[in-house]
């Protein structure tokens, strides 16, 4: 499990794919930087692979979208989601645990709870 999910108090909880999400190194990289994507599509660089990531559909071509379909996505449509703010951060989330990369190449930000209910972004 990583940082990020070991730091959820009892009464929360990060499911792993989105601890994976925020924490693995992963690139997100939208239609202003590949002329071949649509609007809403990504595509997603990992170490293991090149993915793309349809947020409409809120599809992903990688095993584990293709195979298992899990419930929120596989960690490509999640890491999507959180780069872009669409999914907040939860605010008890080591960010030193967060990839640096995280949101870099898209012009929304991703977004973090604050202590007072608000979010914020993150920075």
């Not at 959820?8 to 499911?15: D, G, N, P, Y």
């Amino acid at each position: 499990m990583s940082k990020a999910a070991e730091s959820a108090s009892s009464t929360e909880s990060f499911e792993d794919r989105a601890a994976r999400a925020l924490t693995e190194p992963m690139t997100v990289i939208d239609d202003r930087l590949d002329q071949s994507l649509r609007d809403e599509e990504f595509l997603v660089v990992t170490g293991s692979g090149t993915y793309v990531v349809d947020m409409v559909a809120e599809a992903c071509d990688c095993p584990d979208a293709l195979h298992r379909a899990p419930d929120g996505g596989c960690k490509h449509i999640q890491r999507v989601a959180l780069a872009r703010g669409e999914r907040t951060i939860p605010g008890w989330v080591d960010r030193s645990a967060i990839d640096p990369e995280l949101g870099q190449h898209l012009t929304a930000s991703p977004r973090i709870a604050t202590p007072d209910g608000r979010t914020e972004v993150l920075d």
